[in-house]
């Protein structure tokens, strides 16, 4: 996986549920997918996520179909164990 089809899957995941941007965080060693839902609840899912944690956030997302959410999630997730490169902040950050 790269870094486009990443994106673009963030990106059909944020059109499918019609939320807000998906944000990509990174602390060098694991990459999260950063979800706000439509009700303002936001929370985050990196491949440690577990499968709780899935269905929990696939309820906030979907209440009406929590198991397509959640297998959405799940692909996200999968995104989400790739290796990020350390990107360090910025000087004007430190």
């Known amino acids: 996986m790269n870094k486009t089809e990443i994106e673009e899957a963030f990106k ?3 059109s499918k549920y019609n939320l807000p941007p998906v944000f ?3 602390d060098g060693k694991i990459l999260g997918a950063f979800i706000i839902t439509k009700n303002g609840e936001s929370f985050m899912i ?3 996520s577990s499968d709780d944690d899935i269905l929990e956030a696939a309820g906030m997302i ?3 179909n929590t198991e397509e959410a959640a ?3 799940r692909a996200l997730k999968a995104y989400c164990s790739v290796p990020v490169p350390a990107m360090p902040a910025p000087d004007t950050l430190q």
Do not use: A, G, R, V
């Open 46 to 48: 990196t491949f440690e």
């Open 12 to 14: 059909n995941f944020e």
């Open 71 to 73: 297998k959405d999630l």
């Open 24 to 26: 990509q965080m990174s």
């Open 62 to 64: 979907s209440p009406d």
